[in-house]
């Protein structure tokens, strides 16, 4: 899932150690959507080696946020995390997909047979010949 939103604050770093005996990191943030009439604020955290991607971002900058959702019970209480695992300006994530997608005509050989682009007129004109 992906949401856009203004970054609205990034609360403090939180660490421990796990049953496992292993370290884990945990940095949470916060964003007010952009893209609704009503705005909402969304709380979502990185975990482990991820909480570095939030180091380059301003409070205040328009993101892209990707992120799973999950839910667990505890105890007859049903806890739900948005865990994010991407961040990108709002900006940079739509351009680079753009650039990517830009066909290449210096890289095609000059012995490349010749490719014809045919236009549908009929659909332009609202008439549609095909049968379902």
Request: glycine fraction near 8%.
């Amino acid at each position: 899932m992906e949401v856009t939103g203004r970054l609205i604050q990034k609360l403090t770093m939180q660490s421990g150690v796990g049953k496992s005996g292993s370290n884990w990191q945990k940095q949470e943030f916060v964003i007010e959507t952009t893209d609704s009439q009503y705005p909402q604020k969304i709380c979502a955290s990185l975990w482990g080696d991820k909480t570095d991607m939030l180091n380059s971002f301003n409070i205040g900058d328009t993101v892209v946020v990707s992120f799973d959702i999950s839910s667990r019970e505890y105890n007859g209480k049903w806890y739900t995390d948005v865990r994010a695992w991407k961040i990108a300006l709002a900006g940079q994530s739509q351009g680079a997909a753009a650039a990517q997608a830009q066909p290449v005509a210096s890289s095609l050989p000059d012995s490349a047979p010749e490719v014809t682009t045919f236009t549908d007129t009929a659909s332009d004109e609202g008439v549609d010949d095909l049968p379902f």
